[in-house]
């Protein structure tokens, strides 16, 4: 069997955003209201404007044919289901026909709400009670509404195997819609900021108060998805059918999408001025402002055929208000304006807002309040309330009077917390907060010594130099924001201790060749700007008496021995630090100056040669040898040499071996001379 639709339109004080939805804000002091025209899963009704019911369709269980309720008020509200019709009347009683049982006794009851044999009803204490069970295989009874929103609902309404309620709480701020029962198709689904809601089966739509809409269940994502289309414009009604979904816009026109194989889908050419829609298992019908009803989709059982004698239906139509809006509030910036609606008759059910700042509409600023801005000094702010209520267009009412912004408002400091974190040493960087009350703020920075401004620091950073050491460091901030007075703010004052210097400095070096009788030169490496070095040289780890220059001649005493340089980098305002190069074994010297020697005498038996040695190092000692042929001759170690008759035809020479401490010895000798 094919399960019956009903569907129940209900709105709620909206003020909160929207899951999944971005409402305006709504303001309403909205009792529940039913719909007058309703369609069930094989049948429709509406109620006239004199309180009368008139169904037509499918009627099992005579379901079409209501009862006299003579003697009970007008009915306000039409409820058809497949296991019965029920009716609200203007004496808040239920009256039920058709098979439908085990109705409780039900008193001061505002809305009533039901589908495939589950019914439910909200009383003016804003409790809900349910009765009657489900479609097959489904028939188990629905649970009752959780007893946290108990006595805050504001309307009520049941689907195949779960219900819907909106609800609000105005002492724990919250509210929305939330679904209880069958979970097979995420109905229990929260959504804020409705002002509608709708169901068939285990489908569901909700409306916000700024037009948009949004889908969830188990039969969407195979009919139509819970994408709804981005052409419906602003919606002031919606209706769940079968696998598809309606919509009324602020422009009268109804679109549906999902499920069309019966027409149900197919609004008919024409069909304008609609203020409700209302869908079924496979039909749909819509009333005009004038009270018309219309029809379409799947007739087999007359569904479609509206009686040309059934009365207009009962509207609630919205008028123009008696008065303007009214604004509340002061004239300073930062401070908030509330909109009073003025005198509306009939009520509507709830209010939409749109300010306006010297006659341009704000984006986004659509509630009932809004808090003044900078941009709104000097200008003058209005407002233009829109009413709506079910069954009805929304009507715009008059634009308020412009109301002058006149006083800047004041930055407060408390809202700008202002720190400065950083090294508070020589050389250390600081940091003020960027903390701002808007992003549109202006801020500037001059940064303070002892009190008074350090020329050209007036950014937000500021490294102190040596000039700060000892020295009290603080920054004045001044946040300007146009509507506002601007706001002049010192930090404290952040004595500056002792920098240190890099904290890993380079290792000296030091170039020149090491070898004894040459220089060394230190190289410190590269340190701060600004940083002067005092010098230490040592051998084997032991200072060098007066060993202090960037310099140092290598001695004697230096020769086969570790030498080291220790580089000290100072800075005013800083601590010193001391480093120290890498140890160098310094090698033997090398003779620069070491000239052969010559040989002054004649070469004759009984004659003496004299050796003549000049232009070797000072400080050199000599020894010597002379030579015959090459070969030393015995004893002959001093500068002179007696010519002997041995010597008579043979080669005459000198060799000489120069020698100072710290530096390889060097040989040389002389050119020989022939002895006649």
């Given at each position: 069997m094919r399960r019956l639709f009903v569907i129940i339109f209900v709105f709620l004080f909206a003020i909160c955003a929207e899951i999944g939805i971005s409402p305006s804000k709504a303001e309403t002091d909205l009792e529940p209201t039913g719909l007058t025209v309703a369609s069930g899963a094989n049948h429709s009704c509406s109620i006239d404007e004199q309180g009368a019911i008139s169904c037509?369709?499918?009627?099992?269980?005579?379901?079409?044919?209501?009862?006299?309720?003579?003697?009970?008020?007008?009915?306000?509200?039409?409820?058809?289901?497949?296991?019965?019709?029920?009716a609200l009347t203007e004496m808040k009683w239920v009256h039920c026909w058709g098979p439908t049982s085990g109705i409780p006794n039900l008193t001061d009851i505002i809305q009533i709400s039901g589908s495939y044999g589950r019914f439910c009803a909200l009383d003016s204490r804003?409790?809900?009670?349910?009765?009657?069970?489900?479609?097959?295989?489904?028939?188990?009874?629905?649970?009752?509404?959780?007893?946290?929103?108990?006595?805050?609902?504001?309307?009520?309404?049941?689907g195949d195997r779960h219900a819907c309620a909106i609800y609000d709480d105005?002492?724990?701020?919250?509210?929305?819609?939330?679904?209880?029962?069958?979970?097979?198709?995420?109905?229990?689904?929260?959504?804020?900021?409705?002002?509608?809601?709708?169901?068939?089966?285990?489908?569901?739509?909700?409306?916000?108060?700024?037009?948009?809409?949004?889908?969830?269940?188990?039969?969407?994502?195979?009919?139509?998805?819970?994408?709804?289309?981005?052409?419906?414009?602003k919606v002031i009604q919606i209706t769940t059918g079968d696998g598809y979904s309606c919509a009324v816009n602020d422009e009268g026109r109804v679109h549906c999408w999902g499920r069309n194989d019966l027409g149900q889908s197919d609004v008919p050419s024409g069909l304008s001025n609609i203020i409700e829609v209302a869908a079924g298992l496979n039909h749909t019908c819509a009333v005009d402002s004038e009270g018309k009803t219309t029809c379409w989709g799947w007739n087999g059982d007359g569904q479609n055929n509206?009686?040309?004698?059934?009365?207009?239906?009962?509207?609630?139509?919205?008028?123009?208000?008696?008065?303007?809006?009214?604004?509340l509030g002061t004239h300073k910036v930062g401070s908030a304006l509330k909109a009073i609606a003025g005198d509306w008759t009939p009520k509507p059910d709830y209010f939409t807002?749109?300010?306006?700042?010297?006659?341009?509409?704000?984006?986004?600023?659509?509630?009932?309040?809004?808090?003044?801005?900078?941009?709104?000094?000097?200008?003058?702010?209005?407002?233009?309330?829109?009413?709506?209520?079910?069954?009805?267009?929304?009507?715009?009412?008059?634009?308020?009077?412009?109301?002058?912004?006149?006083e800047p408002g004041s930055i407060d400091s408390k809202l700008l917390p202002f720190i400065v974190s950083g090294d508070q040493v020589v050389?250390?960087?600081?940091?003020?907060?960027?903390?701002?009350?808007?992003?549109?703020?202006?801020?500037?920075?001059?940064?303070?010594?002892?009190?008074?401004?350090i020329p050209n620091a007036v950014s937000r950073q500021y490294q102190t130099s040596p000039e700060d050491y000892q020295r009290k460091i603080s920054v004045q901030r001044t946040s300007s924001l146009y509507g506002y007075i601007s706001d002049v703010l010192i930090s404290n004052d952040y004595l500056i201790r002792v920098g240190v210097l890099p904290s890993n400095p380079p290792i000296p070096t030091f170039s020149g060749q090491a070898r004894t009788?040459?220089?060394?030169?230190?190289?410190?490496?590269?340190?701060?700007?600004?940083?002067?070095?005092?010098?230490?040289?040592?051998?084997?780890?032991?200072?060098?008496?007066?060993?202090?220059?960037?310099?140092?001649?290598?001695?004697?005493?230096?020769?086969?021995?570790?030498?080291?340089?220790?580089?000290?980098?100072s800075l005013q305002g800083y601590s010193s630090q001391t480093m120290t190069s890498d140890p160098t074994v310094i090698a033997l010297g090398m003779l620069t100056r070491t000239q052969a020697p010559k040989i002054k005498g004649v070469?004759?038996?009984?004659?003496?040669?004299?050796?003549?040695?000049?232009?070797?190092?000072?400080?050199?000692?000599?020894?010597?040898?002379?030579?015959?042929?090459?070969?030393?001759?015995?004893?002959?170690?001093?500068?002179?040499?007696?010519?002997?008759?041995?010597?008579?035809?043979?080669?005459?020479?000198?060799?000489?071996?120069?020698?100072k401490p710290g530096y390889e010895p060097v040989t040389r000798t002389s050119t020989s001379i022939t002895v006649k």
């Open positions: 037509w369709g499918m009627d099992g269980f005579n379901i079409t044919n209501p009862p006299s309720l003579l003697g009970i008020g007008r009915s306000t509200q039409i409820v058809p289901a497949l296991g019965g019709t029920c804003k409790m809900a009670t349910c009765w009657g069970k489900g479609d097959e295989p489904y028939s188990d009874v629905l649970a009752p509404a959780p007893s946290d929103i108990q006595g805050h609902i504001t309307s009520i309404v049941a105005p002492i724990r701020k919250v509210g929305g819609v939330t679904c209880w029962g069958g979970n097979f198709a995420k109905e229990r689904v929260q959504v804020a900021g409705a002002v509608q809601i709708s169901s068939f089966r285990d489908e569901n739509c909700a409306l916000s108060g700024s037009g948009k809409v949004k889908c969830w269940g188990w039969a969407l994502p195979y009919y139509h998805g819970e994408e709804v289309p981005s052409n419906l414009g509206v009686s040309a004698s059934l009365g207009k239906v009962l509207l609630n139509k919205l008028s123009m208000p008696n008065s303007v809006p009214v604004i807002y749109q300010w306006f700042r010297d006659g341009v509409a704000l984006e986004n600023e659509t509630g009932s309040e809004k808090g003044l801005v900078g941009a709104d000094y000097q200008k003058n702010i209005s407002v233009e309330i829109t009413g709506h209520k079910i069954l009805s267009l929304p009507v715009l009412g008059l634009r308020s009077a412009e109301y002058y912004v006149n050389g250390g960087t600081l940091l003020a907060d960027d903390y701002y009350y808007s992003t549109a703020m202006t801020v500037n920075y001059q940064w303070l010594r002892d009190g008074m401004p009788g040459n220089s060394l030169k230190a190289n410190p490496g590269d340190w701060d700007s600004g940083v002067t070095f005092t010098y230490q040289w040592f051998r084997d780890g032991v200072p060098i008496p007066d060993a202090t220059l960037a310099s140092y001649q290598l001695g004697e005493t230096d020769c086969m021995h570790l030498i080291t340089l220790k580089v000290t980098g070469a004759k038996v009984n004659q003496t040669l004299v050796s003549s040695f000049l232009g070797w190092d000072d400080g050199v000692k000599f020894n010597y040898q002379w030579l015959r042929n090459g070969v030393a001759i015995s004893k002959a170690t001093t500068t002179k040499y007696k010519i002997t008759s041995k010597d008579k035809g043979k080669k005459i020479s000198i060799r000489i071996t120069g020698k």
